[in-house]
């Protein structure tokens, strides 16, 4: 999956992408890697997978993956062609989802480009240019099927009737995610509003509480999460050996780090879940989408898996973590074997059997 990290100038987005990328890195199996100079892939924090390495012993850890991209800051009037206008908007088209940064410090010495602090102003703007770049985009489509339509093709006929419907909704300022539509049906409009988003407030080391509250208030009327974090301290703990950085977090208060938070929160806002495969060769964490089938699940491993699939022997995390060895939950009866209606739940450990397919002749 792909998370856009979209934002004003000025607001910490590059701050974050480098604690991001630095601190979250799969250092082992997958180490940081550049693909694009603003792209970096990130190992999805699963304290379940530590526990199941720690009881498998295991020759490798593979944790789950998310590739963060750090897209330039958009500016008012963007849809219009401002700043990089076009260029900002199509990489946002490429990316799952949209990690939304606000700007919620003041700092004299980092200039805000319009003027005074003001989280729901910003979201505002950058939901108004999304919104502006999608009209404009409906409008040329409906000028493609219009005619057609007007002809009787059937399918132009349902194509304008979506098409109207999501220009009354943008134009009264509502993203094309909040009609509740199949995103199958909408998928070939590539909208940019109709994607998962995730709000990212920005704090200095001693948060203006008014300004939090204003930033979660926008992100709840817009029925999103809201993550807010310190890009400054998250920096600091990014660049810290992993026995330093518990001793930091403990005397700063945090549990866990604001971005491991991130990661999560991303996960969750496109309905995504976690199985694992465990071994002695390899324990890794998997994603997948939430309800999907396990002959799904088992095609994220390889293609083969899917189209051969037999069955699942299925056990949960709770259960390996309360008993510690396959061959006690073999004993208790708490190894199922599940057919292709099983719906996957998160947390799953599989062992997948399939016929291996035919040589082709």
């Not at 800051?73 to 401002?82: H, S, T, Y």
């Not at 000028?143 to 304008?160: H, N």
């Amino acid at each position: 999956m792909e998370i856009g990290i979209v934002g004003l100038p000025n607001v910490g987005k590059s701050t974050i992408f480098n604690a991001l990328t630095s601190g979250h890195a799969a250092a082992s199996n997958y180490p940081f890697t550049t693909i694009e100079p603003n792209v970096g892939v990130v190992a999805v924090p699963d304290p379940r997978l530590d526990r199941l390495s720690a009881l498998f012993k295991p020759k490798k850890t593979t944790p789950a993956l998310v590739r963060f991209v750090d897209i330039a800051g958009l500016v008012k009037g963007a849809a219009a062609g401002e700043g990089l206008g076009n260029k900002f908007l199509s990489h946002i088209r490429e990316v799952d989802a949209v990690a939304m940064m606000v700007r919620l410090f003041r700092d004299a010495d980092v200039v805000h480009t319009l003027g005074a602090v003001d989280p729901k102003r910003d979201i505002e703007i950058i939901e108004t240019e999304l919104a502006l770049a999608d009209l404009a985009s409906l409008e040329k489509q409906h000028e493609k099927v219009f005619g057609k339509a007007k002809s009787g093709d059937k399918a132009a006929k349902e194509s304008l009737a979506l098409i109207e419907k999501l220009k009354a909704a943008l134009s009264e300022g509502k993203p094309a995610r909040s009609l509740g539509l199949d995103p199958k049906s909408i998928r070939d409009f590539a909208l940019l509003t109709a994607k998962p988003v995730l709000f990212i407030g920005n704090t200095d080391e001693s948060p203006d509480q008014a300004l939090v509250a204003a930033f979660l208030a926008a992100a709840k009327e817009r029925g999103a999460q809201g993550v807010v974090l310190c890009g400054k301290i998250e920096a600091e703990i990014a660049q810290l050996a992993p026995e330093d950085r518990k001793v930091f977090m403990a005397e700063m208060g945090l549990e866990v780090p604001g971005l491991e938070r991130v990661i999560v929160a991303a996960y969750q806002v496109l309905g995504l879940q976690s199985f694992f495969t465990a071994g002695e060769d390899e324990v890794r964490a998997w994603t997948v989408a939430a309800g999907a089938k396990a002959p799904q699940a088992a095609g994220v491993i390889h293609t083969d898996f899917e189209k051969g699939f037999i069955k699942a022997d299925v056990y949960s995390f709770a259960d390996i973590d309360a008993h510690q060895k396959e061959s006690a939950l073999r004993e208790k009866g708490l190894i199922r074997s599940e057919g292709k209606d099983y719906a996957m739940k998160d947390g799953d450990v599989c062992f997948f059997k399939f016929s291996a397919p035919a040589a082709a002749k």
